[in-house]
Nanobody, 123 residues
Framework: VQLQASGGGLVQAGGSLTLSCKVS????????VGWFRQAPGKERDFVAA????????YYTDSVKGRFTISRDNAKNTVYLQMNRLKPEDTAVYYC?????????????????WGQGTQVTVSS
């Protein structure tokens, strides 16, 4: 199983980025996918998740209304559209898969992880 996150970069505050998470090695549409982020010196925190069908999405409060998670099962890819970025969004962003149903925010509820992609938002 491999997850490859991409799309990070440097952007000014107020700008936008779209992250992608390409998954391979298993039946992608059987699994929910989440995005987490880890800022320097801080713990890895939940950002957003989407169920296998794409019908349910979940967000941490700080990104609601700014970030949108979506998936394309035909491409085995999950996206995180990030708008109105803030300096506090600066972190390494990781995608992960879980076989659990429902809203899952704990690190130990996710089975496989990608390598992370750096997002830096300048003020």
């Amino acid at each position: 199983v491999q997850l490859q996150a991409s799309g990070g970069g440097l952007v000014q505050a107020g700008g936008s980025l779209t992250l992608s998470c390409k998954v391979s090695g298993f039946t992608f549409d059987d699994y929910a996918v989440g995005w987490f982020r880890q800022a320097p010196g801080k713990e890895r925190d939940f950002v957003a998740a989407i169920t296998w069908s794409g019908t349910s999405t979940y967000y941490t409060d700080s990104v609601k209304g700014r970030f949108t998670i979506s998936r394309d099962n035909a491409k085995n890819t999950v996206y995180l559209q990030m708008n109105r970025l803030k300096p506090e969004d600066t972190a390494v962003y990781y995608c992960a898969t879980t076989h659990y149903a429902g809203r899952r925010v704990g690190l130990n509820e996710y089975d496989y992880w990608g390598q992370g992609t750096q997002v830096t938002v300048s003020s």
